[in-house]
C-alpha cells in the first residue's frame, strides 16, 4: 500500500505552518500562556551548571527562584484575594513551561509554590491564607514540604512523626519518636527553607485522629535551626543538584493551636477535635487527594524534558552522517537508518500522545477547582488519572531520554550535549510524588471500586470483599473525548484487510478490549480468591492482591494506555487544518499500533490477532516510521522548544 498517497502526505507543505499548526494544537487551550512564557524563557541567559560545586549550584538556583518570583506564573495557582490569579490549572501549565529549562529550578519552584504554598493554600483556611500566602509568593517565607520519612516513604498513613494537642497551652508539640519517624529527602530542608508543613499523626485528648499537616518554623531570620529542630543535609544526589533536600528532626517542638491546616480537621478553642469527614481513612484519602497538582506537574514537567531530548537527538540525527551509500551517494544520514527511526519515531508519537492527554487532566484539575460543590467520584476519577499519566510519562520519560542518549553515539555522553544531565535530573521523577509502581496500584483499585469513595475506609479483606460484591463487569468510561470516540466506534471499521490496522475504531476497539479483558478478569480472579481466603482474615486478603499484583499492575497500565489513546484521537479530530490533522493522525497511528506491538504476546495469547495480523502489525509500525520520517524535524520543532535551551554543542553543527 502507498501510505503517502493514501494518506495524503504527498501533497507539498509549508513546513512553517506546518510546524506552528501542530504548536497550536499541542499548547490546546493554553496557546497564549504557553507563549508567554516562551517570549520569556527565549530573553533568558541559559548558563552551563555542570561544573558548580553543590552549594554554587544551589545559590544560583535559589537567586534564580527570585527572578521567577518577580513574574507572573508564580502567582497564578494563588486565590486572588491574597495576590494571586486563581487559576491552578494555568499555574500546572506554566510549571510544564519551566521542565524545558533547568530541571533543578524547575523542582525548587514547585517545592516552594506548589507542594508548600499548595498545602498551605488547599489544606490550610482562611487565617493561614492572609497570614502567609503573600510572602510565600514573594519568597519572604521559604517553606517545605516535609512528608516522607525514613521509614515511611509510599505508605504515608502510617507516618510516626506526632503532633500531640497540649490543652494547657493551646499548642501542639511536634515530636520524631525514633530514627525511621526522621522526615527525609525533603526539599529546601537542607538550606533555604524557613518553615515547613509538617506530615504528623495528630493526637488530641489521647486519641490518635491520623496523618494532619501542621505550619512549623524550622529556621529563624538568621538561617538557623529553631530550637528542638535538627536538619541534616541529603548531600550529593544523582541529579538535581541545585536543589537542597535535607532531613528533618523534632523534639518538644512547640507551635500554636493555629499552626494547623485545619481545612479537613480542627482542634477548637476548647480543646476538641472536629471535622467534616468522619472517618479518618477518608478524611486521610481526601486530604492527599486535594494535593494532585505536584503529580500533574511532574507528568508534565516529565514531558518537557522528554521533548528537549528528542528536540536534541532528532535535529542531530538528520544531520549526522555514518556509512557510505552505495553508488557513491555520499554518507547517510542517522534518521534514513529505519533502526534510527524506531529508535526515536515511536517515542515522539508517544510524546505527542502524552502531551494531550496531560491537557486534559490539566482540564479536567481547572474544571475541578472551581467553585461549588465537588463532585466526589469525578474528583476520585482525576487523582486515579493523575497517578496513572505521572507514572506513564515519567516513565516514558527515562526511557526515551535514555534512547536520545544512546541515538546520539558518543556525542550524547558529553555534558555539552545536555542530555546526560537530563536524565540525571529525570530519573527521580519515577520516585518522587508517588512511586510509579504504588500509583499504578491505586489506579488499578479505582478501576475495581468504581471510585467509591467508601472503600478508603476499608481494610484490604473488606476491599476484597467490596470488589467480590460490587464489580458488575467492566464499563468503559469515556474521558472528555467521549462524543468523538463514540461517533468514530459508530462508524467503522469497515475492512477486515491490512489497511483495517489504520482504521482508528479498529485500534480504539483494540486498546478498549484489552482493558475490559484484563479488568473482568482481574475481578474475577479476586472474587474466586476472596472467597476462598476470606477465613483467613486480613493476611488471607493481603495474599490474594499480592498475588494478583502483576495483574493488577498490567490493568491499570492498559487502562491508562487507552484514556491516552483517546486523548489523541480527541486531538486529531479537533485540528483544524487538514494538512495537519493528516499528519497528526498518522502520528496517534504511529503510538496506538506501536503501543499494540510492544504487547503482541497479550493480543496473541488472547487470540485478539492471528499470526498473519501480528506481523502486518510489526510492518505497519516500520511503515510509519519511513512515511513519518521526511516530518520528523517539523515534529520535533513544534515543540517550540525556546533556543536557549536547545545549546547542545550537536546541534550547532559540531556532529556532522
Ligand atoms: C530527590 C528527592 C526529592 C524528594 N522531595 C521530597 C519532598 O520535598 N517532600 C517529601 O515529603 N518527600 C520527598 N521525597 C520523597 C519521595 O516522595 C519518596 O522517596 C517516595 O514517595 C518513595 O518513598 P520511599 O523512598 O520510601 O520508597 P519506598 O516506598 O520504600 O519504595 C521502594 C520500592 O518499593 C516498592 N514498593 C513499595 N510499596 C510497594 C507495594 N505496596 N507493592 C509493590 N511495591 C512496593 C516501590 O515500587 C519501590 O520500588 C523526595 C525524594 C527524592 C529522592
Known amino acids: 500500500m502507498d501510505l503517502r498517497a493514501s494518506f495524503g502526505l504527498d501533497e507539498p507543505v509549508d513546513v512553517d505552518a506546518l510546524t506552528t499548526a501542530l504548536t497550536t494544537a499541542l499548547d490546546g487551550r493554553w496557546g497564549a500562556l504557553c507563549r508567554g512564557v516562551r517570549a520569556q524563557m527565549a530573553a533568558a541567559v541559559v548558563r552551563d551548571n555542570s561544573d558548580l560545586t553543590t552549594e554554587q549550584y544551589r545559590q544560583r538556583v535559589f537567586d534564580d527562584l527570585h527572578l521567577l518570583a518577580k513574574t507572573g506564573p508564580a502567582r497564578l495557582g494563588f486565590d486572588p484575594e491574597f495576590g494571586g490569579m486563581g487559576d491552578p490549572a494555568a499555574s500546572v501549565v506554566a510549571h510544564e513551561m519551566l521542565g524545558l529549562g533547568d530541571?533543578?529550578?524547575?523542582?525548587?519552584?514547585?517545592?516552594?509554590?506548589?507542594?508548600?504554598?499548595?498545602?498551605?493554600q488547599l489544606l490550610g483556611t482562611r487565617r493561614h491564607h492572609e497570614r502567609y500566602l503573600r510572602d510565600i509568593m514573594d519568597l519572604q517565607l521559604t517553606g517545605c514540604f516535609a512528608m516522607t520519612e525514613t521509614g515511611h516513604g509510599s505508605d504515608v498513613q502510617h507516618l510516626r512523626t506526632t503532633a500531640a494537642y497540649d490543652p494547657a497551652t493551646a499548642e501542639f508539640v511536634i515530636d520524631t519518636p525514633d530514627p525511621a519517624a526522621r522526615k527525609d529527602y525533603i526539599g529546601n530542608a537542607a538550606r533555604d527553607g524557613r518553615m515547613a508543613v509538617v506530615f504528623a499523626q495528630l493526637i488530641v485528648d489521647g486519641r490518635s485522629r491520623g496523618v494532619h499537616a501542621l505550619l512549623v518554623?524550622?529556621?529563624?531570620?538568621?538561617?538557623?535551626?529553631?530550637?528542638?529542630?535538627?536538619?541534616?543535609?541529603?548531600?550529593?544526589?544523582?541529579g538535581l543538584n541545585g536543589v537542597d533536600n535535607g532531613r528533618l528532626s523534632f523534639r518538644d517542638v512547640r507551635v500554636p493551636r493555629e499552626a494547623l491546616l485545619n481545612r479537613f480537621?480542627?482542634?477548637?478553642?476548647?480543646?476538641?477535635?472536629?471535622?467534616?469527614?468522619?472517618?479518618?481513612?477518608?478524611?486521610?484519602?481526601?486530604m492527599i487527594g486535594t494535593l494532585i497538582r505536584g503529580r500533574i506537574s511532574v507528568a508534565g514537567t516529565a514531558g518537557s524534558a522528554t521533548k528537549r531530548a528528542l528536540a536534541i537527538a532528532v535535529g542531530y540525527s538528520n544531520t549526522r552522517r555514518q556509512f557510505e551509500r552505495p553508488g557513491g551517494q555520499g554518507e547517510v544520514v542517522l534518521l534514513d537508518y529505519q533502526a534510527h527511526q524506531r529508535k526515536l519515531l515511536p517515542a515522539l508519537a508517544t510524546s505527542y500522545a502524552l502531551s494531550f492527554a496531560q491537557h486534559e487532566l490539566v482540564g479536567g484539575l481547572g474544571e475541578l477547582s472551581g467553585e461549588g460543590p465537588r463532585d466526589e467520584r469525578q474528583q476520585r476519577e482525576l487523582e486515579s488519572r493523575a497517578a496513572g499519566i505521572k507514572a506513564v510519562a515519567t516513565w516514558h520519560a527515562t526511557a526515551t531520554i535514555q534512547a536520545c542518549r544512546e541515538a546520539c553515539g558518543g556525542a550524547g555522553y558529553l555534558a555539552e550535549n545536555l542530555l546526560t544531565t537530563l536524565k540525571a535530573d529525570t530519573d527521580v521523577f519515577t520516585t518522587f510524588e508517588g512511586d510509579n509502581t504504588v500509583l499504578l496500584q491505586l489506579v488499578a483499585k479505582g478501576l475495581l471500586t468504581n471510585y467509591q469513595s467508601q472503600v478508603g475506609d476499608l481494610g484490604t479483606l473488606a476491599t476484597a470483599r467490596f470488589i467480590a460484591e460490587q464489580f458488575a463487569g467492566t464499563f468503559i468510561e469515556r474521558t472528555a473525548a467521549r462524543s468523538v470516540i463514540e461517533r468514530l466506534l459508530?462508524?467503522?471499521?469497515?475492512?477486515?484487510?491490512?489497511?483495517?490496522?489504520?482504521?482508528?475504531?479498529?485500534?480504539?476497539?483494540?486498546?478498549?478490549?484489552?482493558e475490559k479483558?484484563?479488568?473482568?478478569?482481574?475481578?474475577?480472579?479476586?472474587?474466586r480468591a476472596a472467597g476462598s481466603a476470606g477465613d483467613r482474615g486480613e493476611s488471607g486478603?493481603?495474599?490474594?492482591?499480592?498475588?494478583?499484583?502483576?495483574?493488577?499492575?498490567?490493568?491499570?497500565?492498559?487502562?491508562?494506555?487507552?484514556?491516552?489513546?483517546?486523548?489523541?484521537?480527541?486531538a486529531v479530530e479537533r485540528c483544524p487544518s487538514p494538512a495537519t490533522r493528516a499528519l497528526l493522525s498518522r502520528v496517534c497511528d504511529l503510538y496506538g499500533l506501536a503501543s499494540i506491538e510492544g504487547d503482541l504476546a497479550w493480543f496473541l495469547a488472547h487470540g485478539r490477532?492471528?499470526?498473519?495480523?501480528?506481523?502486518?502489525?510489526?510492518?505497519?509500525?516500520?511503515?510509519?516510521?519511513?512515511?513519518?520520517?521526511?516530518?520528523?524535524?517539523?515534529?520535533?520543532?513544534?515543540?517550540?522548544?525556546?533556543r536557549p535551551y536547545l545549546g547542545a554543542k550537536i546541534l550547532v553543527g559540531a556532529g556532522s
Not at 531570620?221 to 541529603?234: F, L, Q, R, W
Open 103 to 120: 530541571l533543578s529550578l524547575m523542582v525548587k519552584a514547585g517545592v516552594q509554590w506548589g507542594l508548600f504554598g499548595g498545602a498551605v
Open 217 to 238: 518554623p524550622i529556621r529563624d531570620g538568621d538561617g538557623n535551626p529553631m530550637p528542638g529542630v535538627s536538619i541534616e543535609d541529603c548531600g550529593r544526589k544523582g
Open 265 to 286: 480537621g480542627d482542634v477548637g478553642e476548647d480543646g476538641r477535635y472536629s471535622s467534616p469527614i468522619e472517618s479518618d481513612g477518608r478524611r486521610f484519602f481526601t
Open 490 to 514: 459508530a462508524a467503522g471499521p469497515g475492512r477486515d484487510d491490512e489497511t483495517v490496522l489504520f482504521d482508528r475504531a479498529w485500534q480504539i476497539r483494540a486498546f478498549e478490549d484489552r
Open 517 to 527: 479483558h484484563m479488568l473482568d478478569g482481574l475481578a474475577r480472579r479476586l472474587r
Open 541 to 570: 486478603a493481603f495474599a490474594i492482591f499480592n498475588d494478583a499484583q502483576d495483574h493488577l499492575l498490567r490493568t491499570a497500565r492498559v487502562h491508562i494506555d487507552r484514556v491516552v489513546l483517546e486523548a489523541f484521537v480527541a
Open 609 to 642: 490477532l492471528t499470526a498473519v495480523r501480528a506481523k502486518s502489525v510489526t510492518g505497519a509500525v516500520n511503515a510509519l516510521c519511513g512515511l513519518l520520517r521526511p516530518q520528523a524535524q517539523a515534529l520535533v520543532d513544534a515543540f517550540a522548544i525556546p
